[in-house]
């Protein structure tokens, strides 16, 4: 899906295209049709059928587009020189962070996976492969921490960063240090300590928070 | 949303509607339009406007019908004589063993207020009324079970279902107990052992079941 063969004027064309399925999908849904995105885009319908196959295609394609996007604004930067343990919290609290932001619409390749109702759905598919890099990115850290199951603590981990965007959409209140709180929880029984960079030597298991309780 | 005021005749209609709009909303998205519903209901529009005033109020019905049977193939059975340990990881085990049953559909109040987009939908108070309901039962199980902070023990319990029931859409593939583990590890960590049933004594936390990873 990519458009490194397309002339300027169909690239522009097709971006403009992916810019507005992206916001109308993550705003209203992907049930949004096809004329609504032709129409905030500026673009006629014959043009986008002349670069997608479909809906389903234009779907998979904005989703892959924001993918970039949502790794910068979650990661943090390659060999920031803190700790495995400091990189893995780094995500959860940008997740805190940018819940409220988004209006509390949650995880957009969940969200999209959830509509798409099928597995085999090509934006399901997107979706799989980015979580399947968060998950990688976790374990490498893991694994540099020292943690006893890098494999398990990443799934883990994983799973923690969905049920906390899942959360914020139902509450639609902000987190209030929980999505942190666990990832730190999960980390300590893990093995992962603040001191241990490269899982060289013992890592140090810190105590678990005592967190105080947010009214919800 | 009752219907105890309903005649016979109308009591009727609106449960095929009902019924039928859950099984339309769950299998397609919580956009499927009324008629649609009615066809699948064998119900006219005529008749559906006279029992409800809208569509965002069949989904919100739709919803809180599902509730009590989405309770019962999750919950243990109130005084089934288990731990709270036991109860709690209960709902992890009914969840692990639901979503394969279910098509990796995920959790419908989850799916509902990803998809209604806003927490001021009618449907999407249905979804927030039922987590804090399961909330309650974790907050209630972990206080029995003589957790430190069954507040926070509580929250982080439902974090870890609504992302298991998350990972599970997006993988569509079995969680092979990795709910179950992450859920007794959190109660490792709040100090919930498994011989503990009513909060009295010490509480004789378990280790951190190693568990093998699956290939995903």
Request: net charge negative; proline share 7%; with cysteine.
């Amino acid at each position: 899906m990519g458009n490194q063969t397309l002339p300027a004027g169909a690239a522009s064309t097709r971006a403009r295209l992916l810019d507005a399925a992206a916001k109308l999908f993550h705003e209203q849904g992907i049930h949004v049709g096809v004329d609504a995105v032709c129409r905030e885009a500026g673009v006629s319908k014959r043009s986008m059928y002349q670069l997608f196959a479909g809906k389903d295609d234009l779907v998979a394609a904005s989703l892959e587009r924001s993918a970039p996007g949502f790794s910068a604004a979650l990661l943090p930067a390659p060999d920031d020189g803190r700790s495995p343990r400091e990189r893995i919290l780094h995500v959860f609290e940008r997740l805190e962070h940018l819940e409220p932001m988004q209006d509390f619409l949650g995880c957009p390749f969940v969200a999209t996976a959830v509509q798409a109702k099928s597995p085999d759905h090509p934006a399901s598919v997107i979706a799989r492969r980015h979580k399947d890099g968060l998950t990688d990115f976790f374990r490498h850290e893991a694994h540099r921490g020292g943690a006893r199951d890098p494999e398990l603590l990443a799934r883990q981990l994983t799973m923690v960063f969905d049920g906390a965007s899942a959360r914020s959409v139902v509450q639609a209140h902000e987190l209030d240090g929980l999505a942190v709180t666990t990832a730190g929880a999960l980390m300590d029984i893990a093995g992962i300590g603040s001191s241990s960079p490269d899982g060289d030597g013992a890592p140090v298991p810190r105590a678990a928070q005592p967190a105080t309780s947010p009214p919800r």
